[in-house]
């Protein structure tokens, strides 16, 4: 096996290669030449060339993955890590896909991991993923009705479902909370101090004006970038991603350990989000018991759970929490596409 890193020039035999193996349909974003070409080879501020991995054969392409630059910021001190994305193995070559992944870990020195197949969860720990804690998926209907119109798959669960939301959704109503409001930002407006920072009981991720213009320069996903504002005060910020009927607070951030802050951050965003019309999801992500209670105050439902899981431990973060977000990997632009609901 040869183990080496694309380039823009491998972008239709990765293409097809990631097609078979995940059984994409034509057209699909996953496949598409910008997207790839954004997501693999485009110059990000925290990593230099090439983000996309293969292990090949006599040529062929037998494994691949790529990987999504993550900083953590823990005691004073930043960690350069990354999260795998888009892991696939031909399963004629039996074994390849792991050594792959031990190859990019040999390079790269500390991963994260979330979610993932059921073959992929299996694999993690042989490679020596512990895990950490859990990533907790929320959601929360909006037009429950035309949500339903629009739902590709129907089963004998779709009846209760929509009623389920109908009842969700005018039991908890959309609405700005007391003082608080969002206005659209440029990502160089936000002061240094606003910007992610460790506390006791968590470490971060690190944001910069830099990675947002990376984000913001997406050519398939649209994503917007807002600023939070508490009274007069700017009090943090968040981001949109803006797939088919789906709106994800792909990032927010507040500097406060006050649950109340959190709950009004996510309501705030919740509400922006849902002025576009066409909007009848939002979702968010949270791993920490801050961003988890914020979010069930403010009316949003946990959908789902997974593990998060660090390589090769979860010594680097010294026993806090990890405040992880959609735009440390690529979630919020997964089924850019296609409509897919967690209500």
Same mark, same amino acid.
């Given at each position: 096996?040869?183990?080496?890193?694309?380039?823009?020039? +491998?972008?239709?035999?990765?293409? +097809?290669?990631?097609?078979?193996?995940?059984?994409?349909?034509?057209?699909?974003?996953?496949? +598409?030449?910008k997207h790839m070409a954004w997501k693999y080879w485009t110059n990000r501020p925290d990593w230099e060339g090439s983000r996309s991995?293969? *292990?090949?054969?006599?040529?062929?392409?037998?494994?691949?993955?790529?990987?999504?630059?993550?900083?953590?910021?823990?005691?004073?001190?930043?960690?350069?890590?990354?999260?795998?994305? +888009? =892991?696939?193995?031909?399963?004629?070559?039996?074994?390849?896909?792991?050594?792959?992944?031990?190859?990019?870990?040999?390079?790269?020195?500390?991963?994260?991991?979330?979610?993932?197949?059921?073959?992929?969860?299996?694999?993690?720990?042989?490679?020596?993923?512990?895990?950490?804690?859990?990533?907790?998926?929320?959601?929360?209907p909006v037009r429950p009705l035309g949500q339903a119109l629009t739902r590709v798959e129907r089963n004998w669960k779709f009846p209760?479902?929509?009623?389920?939301?109908?009842?969700?959704?005018?039991?908890?109503?959309?609405?700005?909370?007391?003082?608080?409001?969002?206005?659209?930002?440029?990502?160089?407006?936000?002061?240094?101090?606003?910007?992610?920072?460790?506390?006791?009981?968590?470490?971060?991720?690190?944001?910069?004006?830099?990675?947002?213009?990376?984000?913001?320069?997406?050519?398939?996903?649209?994503?917007?970038?807002?600023?939070?504002?508490?009274?007069?005060?700017?009090?943090?910020?968040?981001?949109?991603?803006? *797939?088919?009927?789906? *709106?994800?607070?792909?990032?927010?951030?507040?500097?406060?350990?006050?649950?109340?802050?959190?709950?009004?951050?996510?309501?705030? *965003?919740?509400?922006?989000?849902?002025?576009?019309?066409?909007?009848?999801?939002?979702?968010? =992500?949270?791993?920490?018991?801050?961003?988890?209670?914020?979010?069930?105050?403010?009316?949003?439902?946990?959908?789902?759970?997974?593990?998060?899981?660090?390589?090769?431990?979860?010594?680097?973060?010294?026993?806090?929490?990890?405040?992880?977000?959609?735009?440390?990997?690529?979630?919020?632009?997964?089924?850019?596409?296609?409509?897919?609901?967690?209500?």
């Open positions: 096996m040869d183990f080496r890193l694309t380039t823009q020039r +491998d972008a239709a035999a990765l293409a +097809d290669f990631l097609g078979r193996v995940f059984q994409s349909p034509k057209g699909a974003l996953l496949l +598409d030449e991995f293969t *292990a090949e054969h006599l040529g062929a392409i037998a494994a691949h993955a790529a990987v999504w630059p993550v900083r953590l910021r823990v005691s004073g001190r930043e960690i350069s890590a990354v999260h795998l994305i +888009d =892991w696939a193995a031909d399963r004629k070559y039996k074994g390849v896909g792991i050594w792959l992944l031990r190859q990019i870990a040999a390079k790269v020195g500390m991963m994260v991991a979330t979610g993932g197949s059921e073959v992929a969860r299996g694999i993690l720990p042989v490679i020596g993923f512990r895990p950490h804690s859990q990533l907790h998926r929320f959601a929360r209760a479902r929509l009623l389920r939301n109908i009842s969700w959704d005018l039991s908890h109503p959309l609405s700005l909370p007391h003082g608080w409001s969002a206005r659209p930002l440029a990502p160089e407006q936000i002061p240094e101090g606003l910007w992610p920072q460790p506390f006791a009981v968590a470490a971060v991720t690190a944001r910069s004006p830099e990675f947002y213009r990376y984000v913001l320069n997406s050519p398939s996903v649209r994503h917007a970038f807002f600023g939070l504002q508490k009274g007069s005060e700017l009090a943090g910020y968040f981001c949109l991603a803006f *797939a088919p009927h789906v *709106a994800r607070i792909a990032d927010l951030w507040l500097p406060s350990s006050n649950v109340e802050d959190w709950c009004a951050g996510y309501r705030t *965003a919740a509400v922006l989000a849902a002025r576009e019309k066409r909007v009848y999801e939002v979702s968010a =992500w949270a791993s920490t018991a801050l961003g988890i209670e914020g979010l069930s105050r403010a009316g949003f439902m946990l959908c789902e759970r997974s593990t998060l899981s660090l390589f090769p431990d979860a010594k680097m973060v010294e026993g806090r929490e990890l405040h992880l977000q959609m735009l440390d990997s690529d979630a919020s632009f997964v089924s850019g596409d296609t409509v897919s609901y967690l209500t």
